[in-house]
Every structure is written in structure tokens, then in C-alpha cells.
């Protein structure tokens, strides 16, 4: 009777640690890969943080909603000299993304252009591309 219980709840801790795993890790569940939104946008604040970075901006054709444009994780953009200082308040960008399958105000950098600094970024290439 215990072999059976102690079974059942190292069977239910793996189905939620797994879980977890795939909820953290899926891109592709929360947005919609096939979907592609480009535009300008102002960079109101960068965070550098683990796992992933983000940004929060506005768009540059009036609208005052803020979005919040998820990224790469930190370990990659580190590898590509993409730092804290890399993306300031003001900056300019020309981003494409991955809307979010729900109606919402984040979404998945896929691919930016960064004017001041002279660089294309596209999600998973690990390189950057000058301008």
C-alpha cells in the first residue's frame, strides 16, 4: 500500500514538473508563430532581466497603448554584446512580431531594427546583421 502511494505521487509531481516545463518554454502555445505585425515603436523602458529580457513601448503613429514586447533569453543577447544599454528610453525601432493567440497588448520580438546603433536582430539566428 505505501509502494502504491509513494508510486502515484512521484507519477503526479513529474506530470506537474513537466508541465511547467513546457507552459515556461512554449513560444508557440501563447504566440501565434504564423502571424507577423510590423511597425515602429518607442522604446519606453528595457529590461534586462533572466530568463527572458523585455521591452515595454508605444507605437510611433499616435497610438498611446504600451506594449510589452517579450524576448530571447539573456544568455543569447549577452552572446550578441546586447546589454542593459543597448536599448534606451526614446530609441526608435522597426519591430516585427508574433501577436499573442489572445487579444492582447504583449507580444514575441521576432525581428527588430535598430537605427542608432546600426543593427538588425532576428530572433534565433544568434547573429547581428549592420544595417
Do not use: W
Not at 500500500?1 to 508541465?19: K, P, V, W
Not at 501563447?30 to 511597425?39: E, M
Not at 522597426?94 to 535598430?114: C, I
Request: glycine share 4%.
Amino acid at each position: 500500500m505505501l509502494n502504491m502511494r509513494f508510486r502515484c505521487t512521484i507519477l503526479i509531481a513529474m506530470l506537474f514538473s513537466c508541465s511547467a516545463a513546457l507552459a515556461h518554454h512554449s513560444v508557440g502555445g501563447i504566440f501565434d508563430q504564423g502571424a507577423f505585425i510590423t511597425f515602429e515603436v518607442e522604446v519606453v523602458e528595457f529590461q534586462f532581466i533572466n530568463p527572458h529580457p523585455f521591452m515595454t513601448a508605444t507605437r510611433t503613429d499616435g497610438s498611446d497603448e504600451l506594449l510589452t514586447l517579450d524576448m530571447d533569453n539573456r544568455r543569447e543577447f549577452s552572446a550578441l554584446n546586447i546589454d542593459q544599454k543597448t536599448f534606451l528610453p526614446g530609441d526608435k525601432l522597426l519591430v516585427t512580431l508574433n501577436p499573442s493567440h489572445v487579444p492582447s497588448t504583449t507580444f514575441y520580438l521576432n525581428a527588430l531594427e535598430h537605427p542608432r546603433l546600426g543593427f538588425k536582430y532576428v530572433t534565433n539566428v544568434r547573429q547581428l546583421y549592420s544595417l
